[in-house]
């Protein structure tokens, strides 16, 4: 599957049958459109911990060079903790989908959190910042399986240089149904963004691509009894890019089979029956409208042009994006505390008890 060009989303091209406009197998990191830049699914076998919340055994590491869906676990950038130590963006979004482990976060706005077991957490770039994800073994008689999404939203040229934005979509908030078919078979819809029919979607960040009416967005993932059926709502427009991933299990909609792991492009407009096979399926669902605009990467950077990449790299060389307000890069909390959010202007939420 090739990534479809932004410029020219409202192509007459349809399926000759079904619903299915092409397929692509899942590799690392996953296919993404317009308006996604990057799609990668986590999942660490990670072993006990240790005393420093580390791994206590090197069993089942990955070389350091190894692609990351290779079974086993990896270090990632971390020397003592896994995971991915103080480092910058600007220009996009970042949209972390937990659905197993935990996750410590800081940011150079002074947030920090602890999260996970299927929480969200929206990061907006914007003009810069600088944040850590750190995979802590709290277990320390194991396994630590961490399993998580993380996926890179664009944002329009008006947007890139708009203040950073740190949010929090606990479990506990993020709007659910089950569907039930007419035997009593189920999938779990969960809404991480875009409505569901009438299940309506927690409010994105302020200045996200997610916001505006026109971008037709939508995160949600499925959860499928096996043998289930349930139907996709059709998107407002044709001009939505629609991408569903089943990493588990097979679905089969408009009259073929997608054998997991694979990506299918899926005519928006149309509403959309889905069955799960034998073993039950799990799948993401990402669509949007295309921003339709130059995409300029550079590392942690996404731009329009060139000359606004070599410009962040200037900028953050200069400012480090506000600073790190930690005092080492890889911060992570103690072992017993549950799960929280600090954020930039001094409030502190507990989810578990509902504290603010």
């Not at 505390?337 to 930039?344: D, G, L």
């Amino acid at each position: 599957m090739e990534r479809h060009d932004a410029q020219h989303p409202e192509s007459d091209e349809r399926p000759s049958d079904g619903v299915v406009l092409d397929t692509a197998a899942l590799g690392f990191p996953w296919v993404t459109v317009d308006p996604f830049l990057f799609t990668v699914h986590h999942r660490d076998h990670f072993p006990a911990g240790n005393a420093d919340m580390g791994p206590a055994t090197t069993s089942g590491r990955r070389p350091a060079d190894a692609d990351p869906s290779t079974p086993g676990w990896g270090m990632y950038y971390g020397d003592v903790v896994p995971g991915f130590p103080e480092h910058p963006h600007r220009g996009f979004e970042t949209i972390t989908v937990t659905r197993r482990g935990t996750i410590d976060h800081s940011d150079s706005l002074g947030a920090t959190a602890r999260y996970g077991e299927g929480d969200v957490q929206w990061l907006t770039a914007g003009a810069g910042i600088q944040h850590a994800e750190m995979f802590p073994l709290r277990d320390q008689t194991g396994p630590n399986t961490s399993e998580i999404f993380q996926i890179w939203l664009n944002l329009p040229a008006a947007d890139k240089m708009v203040e950073p934005y740190f949010t929090m979509f606990w479990r506990e908030d993020l709007p659910r149904t089950v569907l039930k078919d007419d035997d009593g078979h189920a999938t779990e819809v969960t809404v991480v963004a875009g409505a569901f029919g009438d299940i309506q979607p927690l409010a994105p960040p302020p200045e996200s691509w997610a916001s505006k009416d026109e971008a037709d967005l939508a995160i949600w993932q499925f959860e499928a009894e096996p043998e289930s059926e349930w139907t996709l709502p059709p998107a407002a427009s044709g001009k939505t890019v629609r991408m569903l991933y089943v990493f588990e299990g097979s679905v089969t909609v408009g009259g073929q089979t997608l054998e997991a792991p694979l990506a299918a492009r899926l005519l928006p407009d149309t509403a959309a029956v889905l069955s799960a096979g034998t073993d039950g399926a799990s799948a993401l669902l990402l669509q949007g409208r295309p921003i339709g605009e130059p995409v300029a990467m550079g590392g942690p950077f996404v731009m329009n042009t060139d000359e606004e990449i070599a410009e962040a790299y200037r900028d953050y060389r200069a400012t480090g994006f506000g600073g790190w307000p930690w005092a080492a890069p890889d911060p992570v909390h103690t072992r017993s505390t549950p799960r929280f959010a600090h954020h930039p202007d001094g409030t502190t939420e507990y989810p578990e008890d509902g504290s603010r």
